[in-house]
């Protein structure tokens, strides 16, 4: 073997080296992977409030988010936030809903049940006054004197109280009455009420039933409205890593709807059994934003206090929101979503 | 520099280039990690006070109070905390930290008086008060949002300046390192590719037939290598062309030196077999080996029937113990070779003298492989000697006894001549007188002739055997004797110191006598002046005794020691011409010898030798 073919057989030998050297970490890597332990499946049951706000609720449910994370959900559906806290988490049958911020501001008034682990809606322009131009009502000056209901100690009721603010009106100016959601509408239709706050799909059944006598008023510039997420407190204390697989389907759910949102409009629509241009006419101002924002405890605040004034609540004082806030689960899955002072 | 370092410095040099670079990233990572974190930090301050700001806010409202003065305490913490995380080299950046630390320090206080001015429901002149002091609060919090926001500038400043040098430094290593490697290729390929056209056109040439092309490419890369192994391979290519030319001179010459060599051989063979003196080559382990005819015949064995015989059986036993001693020095190999007279016993018994040369062959390890032996026949040669030997005692015994009888006879004719000269005197005619003066004179002169001629006989037949010799005293008993010649000549004798000689006594005085006798007897007009001298001489002594005479012509040199041989008739210089021969005899006799160094007129100086005394 002369000097050249030596050189040639050490470098092929050396190659060949290598080549091997590389598979068996290739090997490897994949045995690793193939044996690597699965992510154990956990059950969690969901209240699902039937409303455009659980729309990221919905989105992860239909999308298998929750499947995806580990996560089996047992879903209730509710026809409100409102009955979902009560009815579902403060009763024990959830460990996890979406609430306006007015019945948890509410509930909060009570011993500690649930926590706020996000924000999953945040929108003014949800909520409307709407009333019977043939009432003489044109403007929301008009409504002085007149009848108007609403939904008691609701999101809808500390809407009426902003939008009144928001007018330079109190609630004495008025006649207030309290009436379910779905009496609203036919009430209004009956012309037993002249006026009455609430959300959809209430509104357009009032559009439709009055037609042109319908008279629809936008909400004040400054309102703000959350959907809340809350879990038990079992759940945020002992199974935190539920609550971060759970936020990380929702946050998953949000990234699909803006960047697809006609199949997250699809979605929402007909998990609530509506047209989907009805979901789609107020898509654009939903903010669909996993978040826990300083705005959201001084929301809060306003609704607790405005609930000892009208005396919604048997509390004497204000609650601590920010021990309320589950704040750990969202920092430690994207900090900069939360902007709560700390 | 080799081409495999060469290409190893030139992948190594990115290699050492990218370390530096990784080292310098890895330097750079570390110091923008560390202002990264101040500017973090100063934004997180920036944003802390907008938080205090907008907490301060909160605080003078009812519903929020509580919370909102959590949240500032807690805010105000972290802010303290964060700041005295940070740490600045830069002097305004270490200034403007002190000033936002001072600034913070304030805060507190006034924050207390806030919140105890909305403890209760004020009046006009508190929620003045509460109104200033939120004013007095975010006016602070301004300041300290503008101081957090120049550390953060400061930060920035500091994280472009650290980016600038890296680059700098990054940019000048890629420069250098392309300069180099620039270089080096550009160095590498030019010596390369000339190397290889050298290479190529070496190749061409040498394949066009011409093997004595070099191409002496004086590099010391493995291309210099190459063209060294090619030059060798041509030079050897070349020699082994060469080497058949020369193969064939060389058997040619073979030829020629083994047809000599066969022509000496037969030579040889001639000299052996045919020469005139026997030869037997002998070995100590086979014996005899060859042996020649003439060598047969002079001991007159057949050949075959010689060999038979060993080396001791055929030498005469007399001489058997010397040729043995040498022959053990020749196996010794102290000796190469002796000549030896010794004798051999014929078959046919008679003995046969014999000069015997013996030489050795010996093997390169020096032991002795083989003897050649050559005798020359010298039987006739050793009879005559002893014929000699035998006429010339016969000769001096005859001279000896003729001169010593003559005596008696001489004796009465001179005495009786003398007495006739003395009675009859005068008293015959005149011729008788002359007559009978010649027989007296006759008559003296045949007794000194008779007297010399003893004198000269007795010098082998009465001699003395030798004994240590003073020759001072020998020279002063001579001179003894010829103080009378001495004066009668005028002349004067001196010598140097003599040395000790084994010698014979009387001898010795004779010879200085008769030396120094006839340098004071032929002078010239001036009175001789004689000078005895000795020397060292390889033989023992040289004697010399000088004089200032009359001098010998070199013709006459050996004809002067002569018996009875004279230069000058006895009217010139008395004498009977004997002396310088008994001279010569006692010095020959002695193992020396004799000889004269003169010019006419000019003097003459008799030197002789003689054994050293011991």
Redesign the interface.
């Known amino acids: 073997m002369n000097l050249h073919e030596f050189s040639k057989s050490r470098r092929a030998a050396v190659g060949g080296a290598l080549a091997l050297l590389l598979c068996a970490i290739l090997v490897g890597l994949w045995w690793l992977q193939a044996t690597a332990p699965p992510v154990p499946i956990e059950t969690i049951r969901i209240g699902l409030p039937l409303q455009p706000s659980s729309a990221l609720l919905i989105i992860a449910l239909e999308r298998g988010e929750f499947a995806a994370r580990g996560l089996q959900p047992e879903i209730t559906e509710f026809p409100s936030g409102k009955r979902a806290l009560h009815e579902g988490l403060l009763a024990g049958k959830l460990d996890l809903t979406t609430c306006a911020d007015v019945p948890v501001a509410l509930a909060a008034f009570e011993p500690n049940a649930f926590r706020i682990a996000a924000v999953v809606f945040e929108d003014g322009n949800v909520n409307r006054v709407v009333a019977d131009r043939r009432k003489g009502i044109r403007a929301p000056a008009d409504l002085k004197g007149k009848r108007i209901a609403t939904q008691r100690a609701s999101a809808v009721h500390y809407f009426l109280h902003a939008f009144l603010i928001d007018n330079e009106l109190v609630e004495n100016d008025l006649s207030l009455s309290f009436l379910e959601a779905e009496e609203l509408a036919p009430a209004l239709a009956a012309g037993t009420i002249d006026a009455f706050s609430m959300r959809e799909p209430y509104i357009s059944q009032a559009r439709r039933a009055l037609g042109d006598a319908a008279v629809v008023f936008a909400p004040p510039m400054d309102f703000a409205q959350y959907e809340l997420l809350l879990v038990t407190h079992p759940l945020a204390m002992e199974r935190q890593a539920r609550v971060v697989r759970a936020l990380a389907a929702l946050i998953a759910a949000e990234d699909f709807a803006r960047r697809q949102p006609q199949e997250a409009i699809a979605l929402v629509a007909r998990r609530l059994g509506v047209a989907p241009d009805t979901i789609a006419a107020s898509w654009a101002g939903p903010r669909l934003r996993v978040s826990l924002r300083q705005g959201v405890l001084l929301q809060l605040e306003h609704v607790a206090d405005w609930a000892l004034q009208q005396h919604l609540t048997d509390g004497e004082k204000i609650p601590d929101f920010l021990d309320l806030l589950d704040l750990a689960p969202l920092v430690s899955l994207a900090p900069d979503r939360v902007t709560v002072i700390r | 520099m080799k081409i495999s370092t060469r290409l190893l410095a030139n992948s190594a040099l990115p290699l050492v280039l990218g370390a530096v670079v990784t080292i310098l990233l890895g330097i750079n990572f570390y110091q923008l990690r560390a202002l990264q974190q101040t500017d973090r930090l100063s934004r997180e301050i920036v944003q802390s006070a907008a938080?205090l700001s907008?907490?301060t806010r909160?605080i003078a409202l009812?519903?929020?109070r509580?919370?909102a003065a959590?949240?500032w305490r807690?805010?105000y913490q972290t802010i303290v905390v964060q700041l005295a995380r940070l740490e600045f080299e830069s002097s305004p950046a270490r200034n403007a930290l002190e000033r936002l630390r001072d600034r913070m320090a304030e805060l507190p206080s006034l924050f207390e008086s806030l919140l105890r001015a909305t403890e209760v429901v004020a009046p006009v002149k508190d929620n003045e008060k509460k109104d200033r002091l939120i004013g007095e609060i975010l006016l602070r919090n301004r300041n300290i949002l503008t101081d957090a926001q120049q550390l953060g500038s400061f930060s920035i400043q500091h994280v472009e300046s650290a980016f600038l040098s890296f680059f700098i430094a990054v940019l000048s290593l890629i420069a250098v390192a392309t300069l180099l490697l620039g270089g080096l290729a550009y160095r590498s390929n030019h010596k390369i590719i000339d190397a290889i056209a050298r290479l190529r056109r070496g190749t061409e040439t040498v394949a066009a037939g011409r093997l004595d092309h070099h191409i002496d490419l004086a590099t010391d890369d493995e291309l210099g290598d190459l063209a060294c192994a090619f030059d060798l391979m041509t030079e050897r290519l070349r020699a082994t062309m060469a080497s058949r030319a020369e193969l064939d001179q060389e058997m040619e010459r073979r030829e020629r030196i083994e047809a000599k060599l066969r022509e000496s051989e037969a030579l040889f063979r001639g000299y052996f077999e045919r020469g005139l003196i026997g030869m037997a080559v002998t070995s100590p382990e086979k014996g005899w080996i060859e042996v020649n005819e003439q060598l047969c015949q002079m001991l007159g064995y057949p050949p075959v029937e010689l060999k038979t015989l060993t080396w001791a059986d055929l030498t005469h036993p007399d001489d058997l113990a010397p040729d043995v001693a040498h022959f053990t020095q020749l196996l010794a190999g102290e000796i190469d070779g002796y000549f030896l007279d010794k004798r051999f016993i014929r078959k046919d018994g008679r003995i046969v003298h014999t000069t015997l040369s013996v030489s050795a062959a010996r093997n390169p390890d020096g032991s002795l492989h083989h003897v050649i032996a050559s005798l020359l026949d010298i039987s006739e040669r050793k009879q005559a000697e002893a014929e000699l030997e035998r006429s010339n005692q016969e000769l001096q015994q005859f001279a000896y006894v003729a001169s010593h009888d003559l005596q008696e006879p001489l004796r009465m004719v001179t005495s009786y001549l003398q007495l006739l000269q003395r009675r009859y005197q005068g008293r015959l005619d005149a011729d008788a007188d002359e007559f009978i003066g010649y027989a007296v004179d006759g008559a003296q002169r045949m007794k000194t002739l008779i007297l010399d001629l003893l004198t000269y006989s007795r010098v082998g037949s009465r001699s003395q055997p030798f004994v240590p010799v003073a020759m001072e005293a020998v020279l002063a008993d001579t001179l003894n004797n010829l103080q009378e010649a001495v004066r009668e000549s005028g002349g004067q004798v001196h010598h140097d110191p003599l040395p000790e000689v084994r010698a014979d006594a009387g001898q010795m005085r004779q010879l200085l006598q008769n030396l120094i006798g006839n340098a004071l007897k032929f002078h010239g007009e001036t009175p001789p002046q004689v000078h005895v001298s000795a020397a060292p001489d390889p033989d023992g002594w040289r004697f010399a005794v000088r004089d200032n005479g009359i001098g010998i012509d070199p013709r006459f040199f050996e004809r002067i020691f002569v018996v009875f041989q004279r230069l000058h008739t006895r009217d010139e210089y008395s004498g009977t011409g004997i002396g310088l021969a008994v001279c010569k005899k006692i010095v020959e006799r002695h193992g020396g010898r004799i000889w004269v160094e003169s010019a006419p007129n000019q003097g003459a100086a008799f030197c002789f030798t003689l054994p050293a005394a011991g």
């Open positions: 938080d907008l907490l909160e009812p519903p929020h509580q919370r959590r949240q807690i805010r």
